[in-house]
């Protein structure tokens, strides 16, 4: 991990590149609740957040402008945008992207299971089929999760079952899409493609990160990184 460390202070230091990348607006944190103030310069600099098994990095530029990046288990994230002094801690907001996507390719009447619905995951961005999920909601507030395998998942359904809302995932970047109306799904196949996009790139919107003896404080995963200041 030390030597993910040291990529991603190198990678933060030569972040240029990354002004070519581009993030989707996502659902907003808590802000710190305040009155926004001007920037001053003591504030801006390189920020540490790594600790076991996660390495992060938050670069605050004098301009106004900030680098992100974090590794975290199978995951790399990274972002750029503009961010603001606010009593109590900072605000960021992301620089525009495009955010991965899930397509319907179409669908088929009695080509799969009789007492099923079948669902074809035909296009996966390059990445291994067995991170995507299935989220399955049925019509009496019932649901199911399920994982993809060689590319597809077979849904029991029953008589009952007259109508599904289906969303697939990719749980472990936080994408999940639009959900789809799947009437009479007895013995339909679905026919889905992912497109990446800007994958890793994450979208903050007014997303506070609230400051505590110098230190500014961000939850990702479950965990709450420390971001320290790094001494010039």
Same mark, same amino acid.
């Given at each position: 991990?030390?030597?993910?460390?040291?990529?991603?202070?190198?990678?933060?230091?030569?972040?240029?590149?990354?002004?070519?990348?581009?993030?989707?607006?996502?659902?907003?944190?808590?802000?710190?609740?305040?009155?926004?103030?001007?920037?001053?310069?003591?504030?801006?600099?390189?920020?540490?957040?790594?600790?076991?098994?996660?390495?992060?990095?938050?670069?605050?530029?004098?301009?106004?402008?900030?680098?992100?990046?974090?590794?975290?288990?199978?995951?790399?994230?990274?972002?750029?945008?503009?961010?603001?002094?606010?009593?109590?801690?900072?605000?960021?907001?992301?620089?525009?992207?495009?955010?991965?996507?899930?397509?319907?390719?179409?669908?088929?009447?009695? /080509?799969?299971?009789?007492?099923?619905?079948?669902?074809?995951?035909?296009?996966?961005?390059?990445?291994?089929?067995?991170?995507?999920?299935?989220?399955?909601?049925?019509?009496?507030?019932?649901?199911?999760?399920?994982?993809? /395998?060689?590319?597809?998942?077979? &849904?029991?359904?029953?008589?009952?079952?007259?109508?599904? /809302?289906?969303?697939?995932?990719?749980?472990?970047?936080?994408?999940?899409?639009?959900? &789809?109306?799947?009437?009479?799904?007895?013995?339909?196949?679905?026919?889905?493609?992912?497109?990446?996009?800007?994958?890793?790139?994450?979208?903050?919107?007014?997303?506070?990160?609230?400051?505590?003896?110098?230190?500014?404080?961000?939850?990702?995963?479950?965990?709450?990184?420390?971001?320290?200041?790094?001494?010039?």
């Amino acid at each position: 991990m030390a030597g993910r460390a040291a990529i991603l202070k190198s990678w933060v230091a030569a972040a240029p590149l990354l002004a070519l990348l581009h993030p989707a607006p996502v659902a907003a944190k808590q802000e710190p609740a305040a009155q926004e103030v001007a920037e001053p310069a003591s504030i801006a600099g390189t920020y540490d957040g790594s600790r076991t098994e996660m390495a992060a990095w938050l670069e605050l530029g004098e301009d106004g402008r900030y680098r992100y990046a974090l590794s975290y288990g199978a995951v790399d994230e990274y972002s750029t945008g503009t961010w603001t002094r606010q009593d109590g801690g900072i605000v960021l907001n992301s620089d525009p992207s495009t955010p991965p996507q899930f397509e319907l390719l179409g669908t088929e009447q009695g /080509s799969g299971a009789p007492d099923a619905v079948t669902l074809h995951l035909e296009g996966n961005g390059n990445l291994p089929v067995s991170l995507f999920s299935a989220i399955v909601e049925r019509a009496d507030g019932t649901g199911t999760i399920a994982d993809f /395998s060689d590319g597809a998942i077979q &849904i029991p359904v029953s008589d009952s079952d007259q109508l599904l /809302s289906i969303s697939l995932a990719l749980p472990i970047f936080e994408v999940r899409g639009e959900p &789809i109306p799947v009437p009479q799904p007895s013995g339909k196949s679905l026919y889905f493609a992912f497109h990446a996009n800007d994958l890793g790139f994450k979208a903050f919107d007014h997303t506070g990160l609230f400051e505590s003896d110098g230190m500014f404080l961000l939850e990702r995963y479950g965990r709450e990184i420390t971001f320290r200041k790094v001494s010039e």
